[in-house]
């Protein structure tokens, strides 16, 4: 089964967005075991679109498109795609257009008439209902094989393919192997240095064949194990990637922070709930960047009471009662960590305070990060270098202090 | 004159490593005046390779093909490329060759034998030396037309566009237009709003044909009206743009926010400063957000000085003094604007409210958001709806409380 990848706009031919979805699309196919050799973009111009699709079907089972779906002139997808099906119709679809409505009106906004060209479906075509934005996504035969219509948002694009698409994929391609995945999440250490790290487990594996292990790196989130195995059915494919998974976790240890759809924060959270502890944050030059993502967790104010961004240097002084003088050093982090957490009320204080550029302050160079820790047994804090550019050191600084936070934690019984 | 892309390699199939090159090549030869309509991905496959670049040729004067030029056995642009020029051979370029053991030599490396594959050029091409990496890039004419070849790894695939290719291509063109681009970016009108609203310039720009405009969706940062004209000189250019940035702001009036690199946060912090306010921040369900948008900008220091992440009712309660009860309402919202100017001796206080989800609160549904502004003229509440899912409602709430701070701030002379 090969299904290709075509997105459609003019802005990204032009860099003014940056395709990530054809490259998404084809990780999540590969899981499934379905390749995708041929990835192409094109401008909103109904001929090429139509042309690109002509040429895909050439070659693939199936094409993905992604984008010109939405309301504007400048929206042809559906136009391509029904001249591709042989000059098929386009009819409106009134649950489509109701839902369109809906949306409007659930925003308490007018609607402009040309929201109502997204209900347009070609004759033939089925359609991937819309629960995240107006347009909806479209299945649509061409001859044996078949053309999916997606919206470029990726987080709708997302949906659908999950949701539909790779459904109906895997219905069409026949093929009943169960192909799974375990994702084991991993801080602190480099590429090559996991690499080294596994070596023995990764010779192995290369004899067996399967499971596949396979690294990705995920930036300020650190590094991935990927574990993939094909199997005759689900029972069979958990088995294997448990015991893979305990391999891996018996090399790694404590660098393994999660696993699937965990996440630093999500992670450090359960830790706090499962001791029945509260968290108070005091952020400084991450302003705010720790407590938007533990509170972007759902259920975070089971434990999460809040923090205080004390950005000005008066506001440490007068609200946390940190010493006058210097700011970013160790005395100061634990004067942080422990006045929020007698300001809020909370068994547990973690702050941050560091140098995030550009220029030094009070001589301590940029990078330069004091993390602060006031447990109900105790504080203390310690000092990272995080590199010179703003943005990562603040990135840098989030997820080491929750890592920080977390291991901490993990050597408290619950 | 046309120039497609096409980026070689597996990884950029399957999401280890996002393509970003094809899109800045696209916006590097845009501006030069010339049109890159299509931009593919293959894997590292010699037949595919070989196919794509035929199909491209077939519509475009250019090509250039990025990645593929290694010197291990899954890189093989080059012999792609000789199939393409007719079946030439591959042969050693010493001076090529010289380059490669030189840059070993230098970095006291040892040389795997593999790299000098690096220097095998087609019969025909000409050399585009290499400064930064060992592979060089290859100029290689086919018929009247060309395929340039660079490495994959950015920064030298950047190095040989701006110093061969660009001027190679612009040579072939004889073509000395400038194309130049203006982004307007607006926030609180739906796409197909903005297209209804700007009806009447479109009409009329579609007559004249030059300047072109664009919309681009951002998401929950708004929607991008660009502007793109091609004239003889940059000066002519600006003028241009000039002329109907203003028609398209007299359409839109203040939902334009900013133009090309500034920002939502950017332009708050800018008002503020030029009004010589401070601003402090009292958040509930965006848990400290607004604050990390606002602190990731060099200079925010200047007029930030911090929040209060008020998550848990008590929080507000105790340190912002918001009366017991209900927490989602306007007067609350005021409350906690005014508790946090006071506390943190802030000119303007800025406080968000709401129900994230996934449950109602004291009877107040999900996506309802409270956002109140606390200013030394005096204080007021707004209340809005802003979908259902969480994180949509927590981004939503983000921008839009940022768009009232800027529009109140607008309101009062600098």
């Known amino acids: 089964m090969r299904c290709d990848v075509l997105v459609v706009g003019t802005e990204l031919l032009l860099g ?3 395709d990530t979805n054809s490259s998404w699309i084809g990780d999540r196919l590969a899981l499934h075991g ?5 990835q192409v973009k094109v401008g909103d111009n109904v001929g090429r679109i139509e042309a690109a699709l002509r040429l895909l079907l050439d070659g693939a089972d199936a094409v993905i498109v992604s984008g010109g779906l939405g309301p504007t002139h400048d929206d042809v997808t559906r136009e391509a795609i029904a001249a591709v099906m042989g000059g098929v119709e386009l009819v409106p679809d009134e649950a489509v257009a109701d839902r369109i409505r809906d949306l409007f009106a659930r925003r308490g906004r007018r609607m402009p008439e040309n929201n109502l060209r997204q209900a347009l479906v070609p004759v033939g075509a089925t359609v991937i209902a819309q629960t995240r934005g107006t347009a909806p996504g479209l299945i649509c035969p061409v001859g044996s094989k078949v053309v999916y219509a997606v919206p470029g948002v990726p987080h709708e694009m997302k949906d659908m393919l999950e949701r539909a698409i790779i459904p109906d994929l895997v219905a069409r391609s026949g093929d009943t192997a169960v192909i799974a995945s375990r994702v084991l999440k991993t801080w602190g250490e480099s590429e090559s240095g996991l690499n080294e790290r596994l070596d023995g487990i990764i010779a192995r ?6 499971p596949t292990v396979a690294f990705l790196a995920r930036g300020w989130e650190g590094l991935e194990v990927r574990l993939t195995t094909r199997q005759d059915t689900d029972v069979a494919a958990a088995l294997v990637l448990d015991e893979w998974e305990a391999e ?5 240890g404590p660098l393994v922070f999660g696993v699937g759809q965990q996440s630093m924060e999500s992670i ?3 830790l706090l709930r499962d001791r029945g502890l ?3 944050l005091a952020e400084s030059l991450t302003g705010g960047l720790v407590a938007s993502r533990l509170t972007a967790i759902l259920g975070a104010s089971d434990v999460f009471r809040g923090g205080i961004v004390s950005y000005a240097s008066e506001v440490k002084f007068d609200l946390l009662e940190v ?3 210097p700011v970013v050093n160790e005395p100061a982090a634990v004067e942080m960590a ?3 957490q007698r300001l809020l009320h909370a068994d547990v204080g973690l702050s941050l305070t560091g140098v995030a550029g550009p220029a030094e302050q009070d001589g301590v160079p940029v990078g330069t990060v004091c993390i602060g820790v006031a447990l109900p047994t105790g504080s203390h804090a310690v000092t990272v270098q995080l590199g010179t550019l703003r943005e990562q050191v603040r990135q840098f600084a989030v997820i080491n202090s929750l890592d920080l936070l977390r291991r901490r934690l993990q050597l408290t019984a619950p």
Do not use: F, H, K, P
């Not at 379905?34 to 041929?38: A, D, E, F, R, W």
């Not at 594996?205 to 399967?210: F, H, I, N, R, T």
């Not at 891996?248 to 790694?252: A, F, K, P, Q, Y």
């Open 278 to 280: 509260t968290l108070a």
């Open 268 to 270: 450090v959270l359960d």
């Open 34 to 38: 379905i390749g995708s050799l041929m």
């Open 323 to 325: 010493s006058q003088g």
């Open 205 to 210: 594996l290369d004899e067996l064949g399967d």
């Open 338 to 340: 422990e006045g929020v």
């Open 16 to 18: 003014q967005i940056n």
């Open 248 to 252: 891996v976790r018996g090399v790694l």
